[in-house]
């Protein structure tokens, strides 16, 4: 048996810009942290059932691979050629549509656990590509590489995504003084409505060619913020989240609508300094950049506008970074073949 | 003499100046990441660089959470490689002194490990063959060299080169032990502000 797992992410710029439509153009970056939620993978190939077995949020159990509901376990078995004797089994810290990258996280887990239980080790690159294969090319998801990315490497990273379509990683150097001052100034909260990232991406991929220079000043904006986030010039990256929010709402009708717009106002309000939504948009978290006396009030005002919409699973989710990127957490299985 | 002393610290104190400090930030990430997934970090080196990674692992496992031992359930586990002067005397005497690293590597060796080699020249043959046993595993390696660096350098992650003329040993290793010690206090301090941190 074998146990893999791998962390969500918090995106702070350059969001949309590592979708194809738009790096083929010029080259689209993001920058972000791997956080302390992970989706878990357990993979068995149990010798005395036929079966091929999924159980996420239901259970399933076919005869092929090719008869799951589940795209991502489906494609990922057939990409591999387990056609049966395998269970797949996951779990998550977080619920889907968050805008944490939590799908994109799953699926580097399982690909990593699927890789290993053909005895095949791969560096965080080759992990990262082959979720993004089985996302982007497999399940044809309208997304791009940023999530598959930033859950493989770990740590709080620029991705680079080129026209060829390699991706270069630079990782931002803090130290864990600098880490937690980051971790201390931000509020992080997950709004109850669970977003739908194709919807959006699916028109915000059809506009793209409308909005190159949009993006591209997106892309452009990541050194900056890396450097003020070195500087910990709080306020300034309040500052640049919430632009970057601004423009971002420009690309897509879905991005926002009126009871995110309203969430996000209530949090400046109440004295953040910026914000943005996470994820593609449409709803899942919202994020604050906020000076460390003033989290007590954005708090509470936050929870009463989220009662005021009836938002019954809202929350906070507190952060810690994490520098681990995808990992095994078990793996017993051994080469038998002298036995 | 005055002048012996005085030209022998210069040189220490140029290299200690021009520390490769973006692989030095590397390699505390990866130590980093090393610990947040409960893995295990293996260190080794030939004669004086096997003392000082024997000097390192005692440090590292219990000075580290000396300030607040009953706050962290989870401690580092370093470990010196071969463990015990047996095992390094089997490989030696009946595999071959090539083995006497990368034998007790793949006995221990799990996915979520990390591997620091030491070698002043980078190039001694057991600490290649070790340092290849974990890149074909794919785990992170650590390298600390001097000299021109060598095969070892070429092959880390985190390239740790204390650049000097071939045969400066003692100023090599002198600013080993300082880079290890530093990595040591990094976490000292590190661990310290989460346990004063946290309620």
């Known amino acids: ?339 | 003499m005055e002048e012996y002393i005085k030209k022998f610290s210069d040189k220490v104190i140029e290299l200690l100046r021009n520390l490769p400090q973006e692989e030095i930030t590397k390699a505390i990430d990866i130590i980093q990441a090393t610990y947040e997934r409960d893995g295990r970090i293996y260190i080794f080196g030939n004669g004086g660089s096997l003392a000082l990674a024997t000097h390192w692992v005692s440090d590292f496992n219990k000075t580290v959470f000396s300030h607040h031992l009953d706050k962290h359930a989870r401690r580092f586990q370093a470990i010196r490689l071969p463990t015990t002067e047996s095992e390094l005397t089997a490989w030696a005497n009946d595999v071959g002194y090539e083995m006497v690293f990368a034998g007790p590597l793949q006995n221990y060796l799990q996915d979520t490990d990390t591997v620091i080699a030491i070698s002043c020249s980078g190039t001694s043959p057991n600490i290649i063959k070790a340092v290849e046993v974990a890149r074909e595993n794919k785990i992170p390696v650590i390298g600390l060299s001097g000299f021109n660096g060598g095969k070892l350098n070429e092959l880390a992650d985190a390239k740790i080169l204390v650049k000097t003329e071939k045969g400066e040993y003692e100023a090599v290793e002198s600013v080993h032990a300082t880079i290890l010690h530093m990595i040591t206090r990094y976490f000292v301090d590190y661990f310290d502000h989460l346990a004063e941190n946290s309620s």
């Open chain 1, 1 to 339: 048996m074998i146990i893999t797992r791998a962390p969500m992410r918090i995106s702070f710029v350059g969001g949309g810009t590592d979708l194809e439509a738009f790096y083929r153009h010029s080259p689209g970056r993001v920058i972000s942290a791997a956080i302390d939620k992970y989706a878990y993978v357990t993979v068995n190939r149990p010798p005395l059932l036929r079966h091929v077995a999924a159980r996420y949020a239901i259970a399933e159990a076919v005869a092929h691979p090719r008869e799951l509901k589940n795209d991502r376990i489906r494609e990922a078995l057939l990409h591999f050629g387990i056609e049966s004797n395998v269970d797949v089994v996951t779990f998550s810290d977080a619920p889907v549509k968050t805008g944490l990258g939590s799908s994109s996280t799953f699926s580097v887990a399982l690909m990593k656990a699927l890789l290993l239980s053909q005895g095949k080790k791969a560096d965080k690159g080759e992990i990262a590509e082959l979720a993004s294969h089985l996302e982007i090319n497999l399940v044809k998801e309208p997304i791009g590489k940023q999530d598959q990315y930033a859950s493989a490497f770990g740590g709080i990273n620029i991705f680079q995504f080129n026209p060829d379509h390699s991706v270069d990683v630079s990782p931002v150097r803090l130290d864990f003084k600098q880490k937690s001052n980051f971790e201390n100034h931000l509020l992080l909260f997950f709004t109850g409505i669970a977003r739908d990232a194709s919807s959006v991406l699916t028109e915000q991929k059809a506009n793209t060619d409308k909005k190159l220079e949009t993006l591209k000043k997106m892309a452009d904006s990541v050194y900056e913020f890396r450097d003020k986030l070195v500087a910990q010039d709080f306020e300034g990256l309040g500052n640049m989240l919430h632009d970057g929010w601004l423009l971002k709402k420009t690309l897509a009708s879905k991005v926002s609508n009126s009871t995110i717009d309203n969430l996000y106002e209530t949090g400046l309000k109440a004295g953040a300094w910026g914000g943005k939504i996470l994820g593609a948009g449409g709803g899942g978290c919202v994020l604050f950049m906020a000076p460390v006396e003033k989290k007590p009030v954005i708090r509470e005002a936050m929870k009463n506008a989220a009662a005021a919409h009836q938002l019954v699973e809202f929350n906070e989710i507190p952060v810690r970074f994490v520098q681990s990127g995808a990992e095994v957490l078990m793996n017993n299985s051994f080469n038998t073949n002298f036995l």
